[in-house]
């Protein structure tokens, strides 16, 4: 296991894109990644019982780890727990949430969209944001849960004609609605980015919230990993699921530089 790594978790392979966008700005970092498919959705999950899973999920993960922070990359589990688990762990977690922020700097028509699931739609957490950031803004939020189960279940890599299934109704409420910007509210969404941009068209940008993400993360580790990692072959980046192993996870994650996947 690699010393002090950031310990990345979503409840399925959501968080792998925001993997990369960290690796790119920090080459020497290590990663240990946690799918917690045994949760999994997040989005249908009661709020306290979420909570509860996540600060019992910690305690074992940052005990077996000793991770130098937590990216909790995953925007339900995010609105959802990340004050509390803040509360009870004395480690630096970055969260993601909704970039409403950068979106309401973006729209000019002052009609912003989210898409997420119900939970972080229905959650205070999101409301306050808007109030913060978006205050000026209209923005109209949209569920689309089912996206979820659909990414997942094609380790990210949905047919066309089953994304437009799945979200043409969503799309269209939003393009109804006037926004010209839509902020990805939900991990899972970035891998339909190109896909979500064709829909949505040239009149909407589609807008996530990885650089941000990995900006903070980078200022959180401060120079933690500047002096780079040792290169031995038992620093190997794992993923964790807390569901079943199987060869597409194992592809997916070697394309995000994790070598081993293993059942946690
Ligand atoms: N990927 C998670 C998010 O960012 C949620 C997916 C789920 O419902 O499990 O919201």
């Given at each position: 296991m690699a010393e002090h790594p950031i310990l990345v978790l979503d409840?399925?392979?959501?968080g792998l894109p925001y993997v990369s966008a960290v690796r790119s700005l920090m080459p020497a970092a290590s990663f240990s990644y946690v799918a917690d498919h045994a949760g999994?959705?997040?989005?249908?999950?009661?709020p306290a019982d979420l909570r509860h899973r996540l600060l019992q999920l910690f305690a074992l993960l940052i005990e077996r780890e000793r991770p130098a922070l937590i990216l909790l990359a995953c925007n339900t589990a995010s609105v959802v727990a990340l004050e509390a688990l803040r509360e009870r762990f004395a480690l630096p977690f970055v969260g993601v949430v909704p970039a409403v922020k950068p979106a309401a700097h973006h729209s000019r028509t002052r009609r912003i969209g989210v898409l997420a699931t119900a939970r972080t739609v229905e959650e205070r957490y999101l409301h306050d944001l808007v109030q913060q950031f978006a205050g000026e803004c209209v923005v109209v939020t949209q569920a689309a849960g089912e996206i979820v189960r659909l990414v997942e279940e094609s380790y990210g890599a949905p047919a066309p004609q089953a994304v437009r299934r799945c979200v043409g109704e969503a799309v269209g409420r939003l393009v109804e609605a006037g926004v010209d910007s839509v902020v990805l509210?939900?991990?899972?969404f970035i891998y339909l980015l190109e896909e979500l941009q064709r829909l949505f068209g040239p009149g909407v940008t589609v807008i996530d919230s990885r650089e941000g993400v990995a900006r903070q993360v980078q200022r959180v580790a401060g120079?933690?990993?500047?002096?780079?990692?040792?290169?031995?072959?038992?620093?190997a980046d794992s993923l964790y699921t807390t569901g079943r192993c199987s060869a597409g996870l194992e592809s997916l994650a070697a394309r995000f530089g994790f070598d081993k996947v293993l059942e946690l």
């Open positions: 409840s399925g392979i959501g999994f959705p997040y989005g249908e999950r009661d509210g939900c991990t899972h120079n933690h990993y500047s002096a780079g990692r040792g290169g031995l072959a038992e620093d």
